[in-house]
């Protein structure tokens, strides 16, 4: 069974523009949860899709954005791109329902830097 | 308000000794907790878990044990392997109609050969 893929692995951008990432699940899956990883701030949770809906959200501003397809493929988008939010983005699935209860299976994230 | 907390960044444990890593959560609603491992260029990848009726749960190396009241859980991996060393995230979970699932800061765990 093929794990999660995200792409691009590795991105720059400049301030003020936006960019779109990509994650596709592991067949079956129907939860798509999006993380951001920074140097001492552990991994912090921008939200989650199931079935096309958002589920659930974290505390990040509305730049942030995301989407999920039919197929349970995920894009998370971040726009007018900000110094700050040069990070690891990680994409994680998992079988859904109760979410809280599942183990989650991550792909290798998608280094963002912006200049 | 950093719910998980994991206040060693960093651990050096030699071959062969346990390793403890520890985290530490204010939230007494987490019902479920789960460790996660870490490889440089890797997504995590789920390790161990126990929930909150439980205050020990072991798989072969990994023993995870929870102290509701102090709101404590630690990992142990006895004994420790090279292949070990990682970046090792704590995290923390209830669902009540909108679910938490909170994630420490991570301890980098080095075992020397």
């Known amino acids: 069974k093929a794990g999660v893929t995200q792409t691009p692995r590795y991105l720059i951008k400049t301030r003020g523009q936006q960019v779109t990432l990509s994650c596709s699940p592991i067949?079956?899956?129907?939860?798509v949860s999006w993380y951001q990883q920074t140097p001492g701030q552990g991994l912090q949770f921008l939200f989650e899709?199931?079935?096309?809906?958002?589920?659930n959200k974290g505390n990040f501003p509305g730049r942030f954005s995301g989407r999920q397809f039919s197929n349970s493929r995920s894009e998370m988008n971040v726009s007018t791109l900000e110094l700050g939010d040069s990070a690891l983005y990680l994409c994680a699935s998992s079988s859904g329902g109760l979410i809280s209860y599942n183990e989650q299976f991550f792909g290798p994230g998608t280094r963002l830097t912006v200049l | 308000d950093q719910q998980v907390k994991q206040n060693s960044p960093s651990l050096s444990v030699q071959e062969g000794r346990i390793s403890i890593l520890n985290c530490d959560y204010t939230?007494?609603?987490?019902?479920?907790f789960l460790w996660y491992k870490k490889y440089p260029a890797e997504g995590p990848t789920f390790l161990i878990s126990?929930?909150?009726?439980?205050d020990k749960n072991e798989d072969g190396r990994f023993t995870v044990f929870l102290n509701k009241s102090a709101k404590h859980l630690s990992l142990h991996i006895v004994p420790s392997q090279p292949g070990d060393s990682a970046v090792y995230f704590c995290a923390a979970t209830y669902d009540s109609g909108t679910y938490k699932y909170i994630f420490g800061t991570g301890t980098r765990l080095k075992v020397l050969a």
């Open positions: 067949s079956g899956h129907r939860s």
């Open positions: 899709y199931f079935s096309e809906t958002q589920r």
């Open positions: 939230n007494s609603m987490f019902d479920y």
């Open positions: 126990i929930s909150s009726i439980k």
